[in-house]
């Protein structure tokens, strides 16, 4: 699958976890809103840690608020019907090996917006997505890493699941 040229691409998961956040801001903004005007109820605002405090997080939920109604509109979605597996590509989970330690692990392959490792995603535009970029089953890969080089076969490719 080649990837389409739109500024932000991402799964059906991660759009609706998009979605989903900016729901959760929108309802924080009024939150945000009480805990300003309780703020200013204390009186002198020069040192109401309060009130700053308030209008930091309001400045926090705003701004994300703001690049969610960029990103979402001109996002594009890939769903998982449109993912092949025949070689690496954005949606695909790839089950590699670590040839120097004989250790297997799945890595899913997302964009920036969704990558987490601690979920292990990584995005196809890190130096290791970008080396298992349109790999099949049974290549070897190089990859430079912090500790030198890395060598991983591939040994299966699924549809990240939605």
């Not at 929108?26 to 109401?48: F, M």
């Not at 790839?94 to 297997?104: K, N, P, Q, S, T």
């Not at 392959?109 to 349109?134: C, F």
Request: hydrophobic letters at 40%.
């Amino acid at each position: 699958m080649e990837l389409p040229k739109a500024k932000f691409i991402l799964t059906a998961k991660g759009f609706a976890r998009l979605e989903e956040e900016l729901e959760q801001l929108q309802r924080k903004r009024h939150e945000v809103a009480g805990n300003i005007r309780t703020a200013k109820a204390y009186g002198d605002l020069s040192e109401n840690f309060e009130y700053h405090e308030a209008k930091r997080e309001q400045g926090f939920v705003e701004g994300r608020i703001m690049e969610l109604k960029v990103i979402l509109p001109a996002a594009h979605v890939v769903r998982p019907e449109d993912v092949s597996t025949e070689s690496v590509a954005f949606g695909t989970r790839v089950r590699i090996r670590d040839l120097e330690f004989d250790e297997e692990w799945d890595w899913g392959i997302v964009g920036p917006l969704e990558a987490n490792p601690d979920e292990d995603k990584i995005s196809y535009e890190s130096p290791i997505g970008e080396a298992l970029m349109g790999r099949k089953v049974g290549d070897v890969v190089e990859i430079d890493v912090p500790a030198g080089k890395a060598r991983y076969e591939i040994v299966g490719i699924d549809v990240l699941a939605p």
